[in-house]
């Protein structure tokens, strides 16, 4: 078998869903298929799924024996030298599971396991916004905040699996910061920039704003409200909807900062489905650039010079093409 004859499987499990790609070595996605997570059902059900997805494809497109190693990106908390999770909040039923052992012996190959977000920087590194460069930092905005980083072609694991996690950066030191909703620490990143960051913050300042276009979304209502909701409001021009999303390129240039003084990668994107219409919309061009801005800042004017932020451009399947690459380059 030869380097340009192999495929890798890449794997990203989610809580509702489980993204599966068959890609080759170029990066380019042979077979893709999308499974339901089943969370309830277990995690030896959702192996048992996973082989026989890897079985019926690989029959399929006649890669059978081509495909030396799987590439799997997972939620965290987790630990990567027991190939296991901790306890990640969306997969309660996994915790502690060997899950690459697991999946080793049902399709009788090694796993490259690596967080989730890590996989998606792995894969915009690899095919994406940072194809270009030799390191770059990945921020993901969702209901959390993710990252990973990679410096010198090298991701960031850490030591106690813990490495790259962005979100969970210091950036507002006050006795009285906002808490992350996921257990984090109070002040972090992820309480300030995340989609639950901006939910909490809309609704602690909402009764300041009584004309906002939000007011539908107070009392029992109030669970309705989410950060896309904010965004579609501020596409109409509502005040206060477009100030809560400022705020929030405010706190993510503060922790852009904080990163690129530590790693100084060249290149930081900006990835998840929070990107406020992204490069499409005048509101996600807005928000980039006060990302950009509130850098400019804070930074020393040649790194800014050095350094771009950007919207990544892999979407969702960042995740599973990151995970397959990773298997690539540990395949050596």
């Excluded at 539908?216 to 005040?239: F, M, P």
Aim: a negative charge; charged letters at 15%.
């Amino acid at each position: 078998m030869t380097s340009d004859s192999r495929h890798y499987w890449g794997i990203d499990i989610g809580g509702t869903s489980i993204k599966c790609g068959l890609v080759n070595s170029a990066g380019e996605t042979i077979a893709y298929e999308q499974v339901p997570t089943l969370e309830s059902e277990g995690p030896q059900a959702a192996v048992n799924r996973l082989a026989n997805v890897v079985q019926e494809i690989e029959t399929r497109t006649k890669t059978v024996g081509q495909v030396p190693r799987i590439g799997m990106g997972a939620p965290g908390p987790m630990d990567l030298s027991r190939g296991t999770l901790v306890a990640p909040p969306q997969l309660p039923s996994w915790w502690e599971f060997p899950l690459c052992d697991q999946l080793t012996e049902a399709t009788g190959r090694p796993i490259s396991f690596l967080n989730d977000a890590n996989a998606a920087a792995y894969g915009e590194f690899w095919l994406g916004s940072g194809a270009q460069g030799s390191s770059m930092i990945l921020l993901t905005l969702g209901t959390g905040v993710g990252g990973g980083i990679i410096v010198e072609d090298q991701l960031v694991n850490g030591v106690n699996s813990f490495g790259s996690e962005c979100g969970h950066i210091i950036v507002d030191p006050s006795p009285d910061a906002q808490l992350c909703a996921w257990g984090g620490g109070r002040g972090q990143l992820e309480a300030y920039a995340s989609a639950s960051g901006v939910v909490m913050r809309t609704k602690h300042r909402l009764s300041e704003f009584p004309q906002s276009l939000l007011q539908k979304y107070t009392g029992e209502a109030s669970s309705q409200l989410t950060a896309k909701r904010v965004w579609e409001a501020a596409t109409q021009g509502d005040e206060f909807a477009n100030l809560i999303i400022d705020e929030t390129a405010h706190w993510l240039g503060i922790g852009v900062t904080n990163l690129v003084h530590t790693m100084d990668p060249g290149h930081v994107a900006l990835g998840g489905a929070m990107n406020f219409g992204g490069e499409a919309c005048e509101i996600g061009r807005r928000f980039l650039h006060l990302v950009t801005e509130e850098f400019r800042q804070r930074t020393f004017p040649n790194v800014f010079e050095g350094t771009t932020i950007s919207f990544a451009t892999l979407g969702h399947e960042a995740g599973y093409l990151g995970a397959a690459g990773y298997a690539r380059k540990q395949d050596g």
